[in-house]
């Protein structure tokens, strides 16, 4: 952490075209580790469902094991997607957590279902149009105080800790901010998703509608960013590579297969439009060497006034995801 922007990261759990799943749950506690002893502030994990790519797919299990392996670090989710649960679960599942690890446990909920429609559904998909009703019942059942009169008023979420977890609002638009805004609670946004846009008028739209709740008393801020910071440039855009081929179906093959290796995707032929998408998808986050990173990221916190940063990669070699975190640390370290 530095004087004047809290430094977290965001973990994904990628999975490289070739290898197990299992090793990709392995190397995000191995990240988790280096993380708590080199200061950094949280480290969250995300849900997404039936994605060959992505082997984050139950947080509260995954946080249980990390938390284990931890000893300071906060411990959250980025999120879970909250329509895809019952709040009661939810509420129980990370209560567990914050009994395990007091004073430790962050709770981001978000909105997206984190897979297709077909595997939402067999998840317990409820409609969009339900989700601020959904937040209200997770609130109490973290608080454990519902309205007198109210359909859950005497059901309680099992255990109820000393230090319940801290509940996140995360999203990528003006409308989440502004749910976050009206309910008082801290609000991240995925600046991280490649052709996301609008950070910077969404925690505008944040602080200036802000209340202040028993929660927070005044408006606090993260953005997420993809971030690979290489040897040089030419390193950072070979690590890279990889989940932008992904995002751009480069090769035929699907978004949610497994990524390929920096090897694979630099013998890829790219045609010059998916060189010209690839650019602007390099450009928008914080890809390249020390230097570069460190201006872009700079711009990033210029523009939004975020009171955290939150990095995350796809990158899939352990060491190297490491590598690069590391490097960024070093750059906020010499200021």
Not at 148 to 168: C, D, F, K, M, N
Not at 243 to 271: I, N
Request: aromatic share 6%; charged share 20%.
């Amino acid at each position: 952490m530095t004087d004047s922007v809290a430094l977290s990261l965001l973990e994904l759990a990628p999975v490289e075209r070739g290898a197990s799943e299992a090793a990709s749950v392995a190397a995000a506690r191995e990240v988790a580790r280096w993380a708590d002893g080199a200061g950094l502030h949280r480290f969250w994990v995300a849900e997404h469902h039936n994605t060959g790519n992505i082997a984050s797919s139950a947080p509260a299990v995954l946080l249980s094991a990390i938390g284990a392996a931890t000893e300071r670090i906060r411990l959250g989710s980025g999120g879970v997607m909250l329509p895809n649960h019952p709040p009661l679960v939810v509420a129980e599942s990370f209560g567990t957590l914050a009994a395990l690890f007091p004073g430790r446990v962050d709770l981001g909920v978000g909105r997206a279902p984190g897979t297709d429609p077909a595997t939402a559904e067999a998840l317990r998909r409820v409609p969009a149009d339900r989700f601020d009703s959904e937040v209200d019942d997770l609130l109490g059942f973290l608080s454990g105080t519902f309205p007198s009169g109210h359909r859950y008023e005497h059901i309680r979420a099992v255990p109820e800790p000393t230090r319940p977890p801290q509940l996140w609002m995360l999203g990528s638009s003006v409308q989440s901010a502004q749910l976050a805004a009206l309910l008082g609670l801290p609000y991240a946004f995925a600046h991280h998703f490649f052709g996301a846009r609008g950070a910077a008028a969404a925690l505008s739209a944040y602080r200036k509608e802000f209340r202040p709740s028993p929660a927070l008393s005044s408006p606090y801020a993260m953005i997420t960013v993809h971030v690979v910071c290489g040897e040089d440039d030419e390193h950072a855009r070979w690590l890279a590579a990889p989940a932008v081929m992904s995002a751009l179906g480069v090769g035929g093959g699907a978004r949610t297969d497994p990524f390929a290796g920096p090897k694979e995707a630099a013998a890829q032929e790219w045609t010059d439009d998916e060189r010209q998408r690839a650019e602007q998808l390099f450009a928008a986050q914080a890809i390249g060497g020390s230097e570069k990173v460190a201006g872009r990221l700079d711009e990033l916190l210029a523009e939004t006034g975020a009171d955290e940063l939150m990095l995350t990669n796809n990158v899939t070699d352990v060491d190297e995801r490491i590598r690069s975190y590391a490097r960024v640390l070093e750059i906020f370290a010499k200021r």
